[in-house]
């Protein structure tokens, strides 16, 4: 550790006048146009993953966002625009599928808008060869550039951490899920505990008054009551009491039309079509499902896609003129009419070649010319033997 002085410190040590103090006492809410502070207009405090987690809407967008991005291989095209699929991007981590290294990278993104990997090994060029994805909550900026970073509940010093040594900062070019999609999440959570509350009986479906003249102090059958219902399914009500049923049913508590506004809000901040959370939509127009498949990368994982792909390309983890690429070839895989059709008009204009059609068919790549017809094959004649009179 440096002598110098630690400005946290000194600013803690520096006496505080409170008569300058600015809250929610000094400031009335008129002055940012509020009736009060518990105002709904005001923004709800961010979420935590735990508590998101729980709500099957956020769950359902999590694995369609991550999953189907995350599992897709990263390609490395070189300047000559040949491929190279055995780069360390095939596997990042050392110990980890790359698929999920990649899944919880964009589910960083998602729900943080930031990640971050962690670059343990480096090649015989100085490249990267191996990284460690690292919890978005345990790296610390500094305002000064430096960050610090939490390894195994061990917090390092700011000067063994350069922003541009060992760290891959990925930025999301939209705004986290847990921070624009908190009042959303919110509301889900509250109407499922009072689902929750209704399947367990609080509050009550029924409840007993007392008639006119009667002490209720007095009254004491609520557990012979209870005894009672559970061994018959006709119940005796005492002359001393009114039986009275709750006004609510269970559809009514249930609230769909609560629900289903809610999953809605989470399916527009998220960019997920609302018919994958379950939200019955009468907008949509018929379309197969390349076009849906299509739609939903461009719109829904094209941010992603593109935060992470120009992130891999820079110079500082790539060569230069070297681009790092999703291979998208078995998501956008189209029924095999329409590929085989693609096929020969891209061996037809020279685009693609047969082991290229070969590679992406996965099927082995054959010697012949395209377009000639296989050789019979030759029947051996045996030769004649004289056979002897």
């Not at 630690?6 to 520096?14: C, K, T």
Request: glycine share 6%; charged share 25%; with cysteine.
């Amino acid at each position: 550790m440096s002598g110098r002085p630690d400005p946290v410190l000194e600013a803690a040590a520096v006496p505080v006048d409170e008569s300058f103090a600015v809250g929610a006492e000094s400031v009335p809410p008129q002055v940012f146009g509020l009736a009060s502070y518990l105002s709904p207009t005001v923004p709800v405090a961010r979420v935590s993953r735990r508590e998101a987690i729980q709500v099957a809407a956020v769950k359902r967008a999590r694995d369609l966002v991550a999953g189907s991005l995350g599992t897709l291989p990263l390609i490395t095209v070189k300047p000559d625009l040949s491929i190279d699929r055995t780069s360390w991007l095939a596997q990042p981590e050392a110990d980890v599928p790359p698929s999920v290294t990649m899944t919880r990278t964009i589910e960083d993104l998602l729900y943080e808008g930031i990640a971050w990997w962690f670059i343990t090994g480096f090649a015989w060029d100085n490249y990267p060869a191996r990284v460690v994805r690292l919890d978005p909550r345990s790296v610390d900026v500094q305002k000064d550039g430096r960050v610090r970073v939490t390894l195994d509940g061990n917090r390092g010093h700011a000067d063994e951490w350069p922003q541009d040594s060992q760290l891959i900062r990925f930025d999301s070019p939209n705004d986290p899920l847990l921070v624009a999609g908190a009042r959303a999440i919110r509301q889900c959570l509250l109407l499922d505990a009072a689902a929750l509350r209704h399947a367990s009986g609080s509050p009550p479906l029924d409840y007993f008054t007392p008639t006119d003249g009667v002490d209720p102090d007095s009254l004491d059958f609520l557990d012979d009551w209870q005894a009672a219902r559970q061994t018959r399914s006709t119940g005796y009500v005492p002359a001393a009491v009114t039986y009275n049923v709750a006004g609510w049913n269970p559809e009514q508590l249930q609230m769909a039309e609560a629900r289903n506004h809610a999953v809605l809000e989470i399916a527009r901040v998220a960019g997920v079509d609302p018919e994958e959370l379950g939200v019955s939509t009468t907008s949509r127009t018929y379309a197969n499902q390349f076009d849906r498949r299509k739609a939903f990368l461009d719109f829904t994982l094209g941010g992603y896609r593109a935060a992470i792909e120009g992130r891999l390309s820079m110079g500082d983890v790539t060569p230069r003129g070297t681009k790092v690429r999703f291979d998208l070839d078995d998501f956008l895989r189209s029924d095999a009419k329409s590929r085989y059709e693609a096929y020969k008009v891209g061996l037809e204009v020279g685009a693609v070649t047969p082991d290229r059609i070969a590679e992406a068919e996965g099927v082995p790549a054959k010697v012949m010319t395209p377009g000639t017809p296989a050789a019979p094959a030759l029947r051996s004649v045996p030769e004649p033997v004289e056979v002897p009179a």
